[in-house]
């Protein structure tokens, strides 16, 4: 090989080691010089082996990138089948879920209109029950209607006996306490009436029933009373002597003379022991009879026979019994003060609570006919409103 084809190698500076070089292979024999003869071999640049190095590396650093990609691909897509896996997993249970929704849903449907089925024959059922329930209702208010009729006409009847019976009782005797206690037994028996036409007349009767209570005062008991004792103290009363009259028209010179010859002469007047003692007795039962007139006409509010029988009485007493005896004063006091404080109250009129009755039971009796009616129209409206209903 000349000169000319080696290549340029640089020299090595001095002092610097030379490269080693590799051992070149055998040569033929032909070709081969004399050691003596063969130049000294130069030393390779270090250029191109670094650069061979640094491809090299770069190749192997490619090769390491595109392995690793690769080894991160083969992962995500192993990740990517479980995943998938998975989720086709949970597909098929959705979807096993869904079919079991599916029949669970027709199943409930099912029920559904079995339930509709019998809600409708339900309904029909109750809506036939009520409509039994309905007359049985209305033959029941009927039945009731004439029973209640019957039994509050005979309360209205009691209650109208006791109304008139205790207005005729203060019209005859004017016993207001008496007629006062039937119009309360009247006001009680009307109550128990369901007829609820007839409250309002309560009030009537229990406003002529305080009336009654009011007619009557509290002088007229205590003058009953009074009465009634001065009637068992007339048996009591001492009578006045028989020779009083004598002595006292005997006053004077005439007394004196009489009293000069009653040593020689005594003189008494006979009018029969048993026929006074008969008259004391008369004079008695005579007052005692009169003040039994005189309680009569105070009950009956007759103020004159009332006057006339305290004055019978009086004159009695000042004619047949002692004047001077202390019992018979005190009578006579009594009787003056009874006539003084004589009841003067006001007679009440009664009837208007007995009127009104007889006006509303008139009235009542007109009308079964409205009331029959009424409960029918009733029924009737009621039974489009049922069917209306869903």
């Known amino acids: 090989m000349s000169s000319a084809d080696k290549p340029n190698e640089p020299t090595a ?12 292979p055998s040569v033929p024999a032909r070709s081969q010089r004399p050691a003596s003869t063969r130049p000294a071999a130069r030393p390779r640049g270090g250029g191109s082996l670094a650069l061979a190095l640094l491809l090299s590396l770069a190749a192997l650093a490619v090769a390491g990138y595109v392995g690793w990609q690769q080894w991160q691909q083969r992962q995500n897509q192993a990740a990517d089948s479980q995943g998938v896996a998975s989720l086709q997993q949970r597909l098929d249970t959705l979807e096993a879920t869904l079919s079991g929704l599916t029949e669970q849903r027709a ?4 029920r559904l209109d079995d339930a509709a089925r019998i809600n409708r024959s339900l309904r029909e059922e109750l809506l036939g029950q009520a409509e039994r329930t309905r007359h049985v209702e209305d033959a029941l208010a009927t039945l009731a209607e004439k029973s209640l009729s019957g039994r509050d006409g005979m309360l209205l009847d009691d209650t109208e006996s006791l109304l008139r019976m205790g207005a005729e009782r203060y019209r005859l005797f004017h016993d207001a306490q008496a007629a006062a206690t039937a119009y309360a ?26 009336a009654l209570m009011n007619s009557q005062p509290a002088s007229q008991a205590a003058a009953l009373q009074q009465l009634t004792k001065l009637r068992g103290s007339i048996a009591g009363l001492p009578l006045k002597p028989i020779d009083a009259d004598g002595t006292e028209q005997a006053r004077g010179g005439w007394a004196r003379i009489g009293h000069a010859l009653a040593g020689v002469i005594s003189v008494q007047r006979d009018n029969g022991a048993p026929l006074a003692v008969a008259d004391a007795r008369l004079s008695q039962q005579l007052a005692e009879l009169d003040l039994a007139q005189a309680q009569a006409a105070l009950l009956a509010h007759d103020s004159e026979a009332y006057i006339a029988a305290l004055q019978r009485v009086d004159a009695s007493l000042s004619s047949q019994f002692d004047t001077s005896a202390a019992a018979v004063r005190q009578a006579r006091e009594a009787l003056a003060k009874l006539a003084s404080q004589l009841p003067t109250d006001a007679p009440v009129e009664l009837g208007a609570a007995l009127t009104e009755l007889r006006n509303l039971r008139a009235v009542h009796a007109l009308n079964p006919a409205e009331d029959d009616v009424v409960p029918a129209t009733a029924s009737s409206t009621s039974e489009p409103a049922d069917e209306a209903r869903p």
């Open 185 to 210: 037994l009247a006001d009680q028996t009307l109550a128990a009436v369901n007829d609820g036409v007839f409250s309002g007349l309560r009030q009537s009767i229990n406003a002529e029933r305080e």
């Open 13 to 24: 500076p001095e002092g610097a080691r030379p490269n080693p070089v590799p051992a070149e």
């Open 107 to 110: 199943g409930l449907n099912q």
